[in-house]
Antibody
């Protein structure tokens, strides 16, 4: 079955950086685009970024554009989110999630990881 | 303010039918397929409906999705206590070039 496991979250100070990872299994990772979605405490879901199956295209929410970078290593079946210049309003649980169709698709997710908490506070 | 809007809450008694709306525009719901998710506190979202009206694997037939113009709906028939959760719609927005989520609807079973 599809499994997505995030790691790398933690507590950091404003202005610093953090990299999240998402290890995948149970499907052919290199055939699927991937999303990052976050959820601030007590709030709704917010889409963060999308990367195509082959890494050829990336898309970002305006709230993170220029600060966050989504990338992937298909040889390791792993997705990444590099987060720079972190702010207090980036505090959230970050979910990695698989695009719901193979190859060149921008569809919303089907399978989700359990999430990784990032807390930005001084 | 989300690009697609949902009512913050909905409720019903066991056995009733509850409908949740998701209102958007021509750049999102009007031109793309809508997805619906169920989320319990402290857990990851679970896909309920994809491609606007197709139930995901293992989802009971009590859940159904539909769309008309720039609005979509999720209906839960024969409401059960275990349906008490948050529900989100999601859709790709061609103008924003990103996925947009509704603000979420908390369903309460009275």
């Amino acid at each position: 079955q599809v499994q997505l496991v995030e790691s790398g979250g933690g507590a950091v100070q404003p202005g610093t950086s953090l990299r999240l990872s998402c290890a995948s299994s149970g499907f052919i990772f290199e055939n699927y685009g991937m999303h990052w979605v976050r959820q601030a405490p007590g709030k709704g879901l917010e889409w963060v970024a999308l990367i195509y199956f082959d890494g050829s295209e990336t898309y970002y929410a305006d709230s993170v554009k220029g600060r966050f970078t989504i990338s992937r290593d298909n040889s390791r079946d792993t997705l990444y989110l590099q987060m720079n210049s972190l702010r207090a309003d980036d505090t959230a649980v970050y979910f990695c999630a698989r695009v719901s169709a193979a190859l060149r698709s921008t569809r919303p997710p089907d399978h989700w990881g359990q999430g990784s908490l990032v807390t930005v506070s001084s | 303010q989300s690009v697609v809007t949902q009512p913050p809450s909905a409720s019903g008694t066991p056995g009733q039918r509850v409908t949740i709306s998701c209102s958007g525009s021509s750049s999102n719901i009007g031109s793309n397929r809508v997805y619906w998710y169920q989320q319990f506190p402290g857990t990851a979202p679970r896909l309920l409906i994809h491609w606007t009206d197709q139930r995901a694997s293992g989802v009971p037939a009590r859940f159904s999705g539909s769309k008309s113009g720039t609005s979509a709906s999720l209906a839960i028939s024969e409401l059960r206590s275990e349906d008490e959760a948050d529900y989100y719609c999601a859709v790709w927005d061609d103008t924003l070039s990103g996925v947009v989520f509704g603000g979420g609807t908390k369903v309460t079973v009275l």
